[in-house]
Each structure stands twice: as C-alpha cells, then as structure tokens.
C-alpha cells in the first residue's frame, strides 16, 4: 500500500525544472500535467503490483479498467547503457508487468480462483471491457538497469505539447529520472527518494531528448517506463 500511495501522490506533482544555466531552450510555458494518459498507466501499473502482493483481485480489475479507457502500447526504443562501479547483489527475478486490460481481467479471475471466491469469479466471467485503440496514446517499455548504472534513451516529443513521462521500478533500489534536451540542458528531473518517478514539460519545439534512468542501488530494477 505504501508503493501506492506514494506513487499516486508523486504523479500529482509536476516535477521542478532547473537548468544549469539561466536560459532553457527547449522549455515553454507548461500545459496541464496528466493530459497524455501517463499517470493514469501510471497508477494502473502501481495498482497491479498492489493487486499481486495483496492477492487482490479488485485492485488487478481496477488497472484493467484504466488501461480500457486509456490504453497503452508496447513500444521498441534502442536503450545505452552507462555502467557504474560496484558489484551488484543476487536477487529473485521479478514477475513481468503486464499492462494489457484483457490479461488482468484473466489474472484477476485466477487469483479468486486461488482464494475460493466463487461469486467473485463468477462476476469477473462475465466482466467485458469497453476498450479503445492505443493509436497516439501512451507508449511503454520494460527494462532492467543494472545496479550503479544509468540507461538512457533518446525520444522526440513534439514542439508545443505537453510532454510527460513516468517511472515505476520493483521496489527494490532507488531510482532517478532525468531529462536534457538536444543541447545538454537538462530540463526536468525527479530524484525522489523511492523508485517511482514523474516529470512533465512543455517543448518549445520538436526536438531529441535525452531520458536518463538512474540506479542507485547495489542490485538490478526492473523498470517500466511510459510516455506520450
């Protein structure tokens, strides 16, 4: 519950922007935070992993509702990777997230299954979510960076409108979020002391920008990463 919690929290904030210098290029005035859908997957990836811990079949039906009415899509984005010094500890792999509506309603109706709840299988049965195409809506990858490392991916987002991106790792290390645009400045950031991340922005135009995801643990973190 406290994951939750305090991630819902974090992505009612929008991230405090700084520069290095006085002037930041590619920064306008912001828009609404949350106009991109990517808290709302946000929060519906926080409840799945408080649905698993919990055995909370409400909680996995919750997400698969959100992700009916804001659908997210799988993405491919070539990540580098900068390794860090120190060696990292063994752990368990962690189970693979699963943002997918359908797929939850299914686990959802497994885990009553497991508890005995018989009339609640029988509702999730029946369940049928109204769902839309993910066509423009927000995107996502899961990935692991490695303890003390830093992956990186470069993502255009366009001149003009808002511009979000949110971060949930495992549970397991510390995570930061930091991005720069084309000419090295960096233009928000969430350094938070928890693994679940959030920043918005506005670009003045399109361009590159750098997302950086930085560990600092001493194991790996399994990460998913959305944005619009």
Do not use: C
């Not at 692991?144 to 409108?161: A, I, L």
């Not at 233009?187 to 959030?198: L, V």
Request: aromatic letters at 6%; charged letters at 25%.
């Amino acid at each position: 519950m406290k994951k939750l919690l305090v991630t819902i929290a974090a992505l009612g904030l929008t991230a405090t922007a700084f520069a290095e210098d006085p002037a930041v290029p590619n920064r306008g005035v912001d828009k609404v935070a949350g106009e991109g859908g990517v808290s709302e997957v946000a929060i519906a990836h926080a409840l799945v992993d408080w649905g698993r811990e919990n055995e909370s079949p409400a909680a996995l039906l919750a997400a698969a509702e959100i992700l009916a009415a804001q659908p997210a899509e799988e993405a491919t984005m070539e990540k580098g990777e900068e390794a860090g010094e120190g060696e990292a500890e063994e752990k368990a792999d962690e189970p693979a997230p699963v943002l997918v509506p359908e797929d939850l309603v299914t686990e959802a109706m497994d885990t009553a299954k497991d508890l005995g709840q018989k009339y609640l299988v029988k509702h999730l049965s029946k369940v049928t979510l109204s769902t839309r195409g993910a066509s423009g809506g927000p995107k996502y990858v899961v990935e692991r960076v490695n303890s003390h490392s830093t992956d990186y991916y470069m993502v255009e987002f366009q001149g003009g409108s808002g511009a979000e991106i949110a971060l949930s790792g495992d549970g397991d290390t510390d995570l930061d979020l930091f991005v720069y645009d084309e000419n090295g400045n960096r233009i928000a950031s969430d350094t938070g002391a928890t693994d679940d991340a959030y920043v918005s922005w506005t670009p003045r135009w399109t361009g590159q920008f750098r997302i950086e995801v930085k560990n600092l643990g001493g194991v790996y973190n399994q990460y998913v990463m959305i944005t619009n």
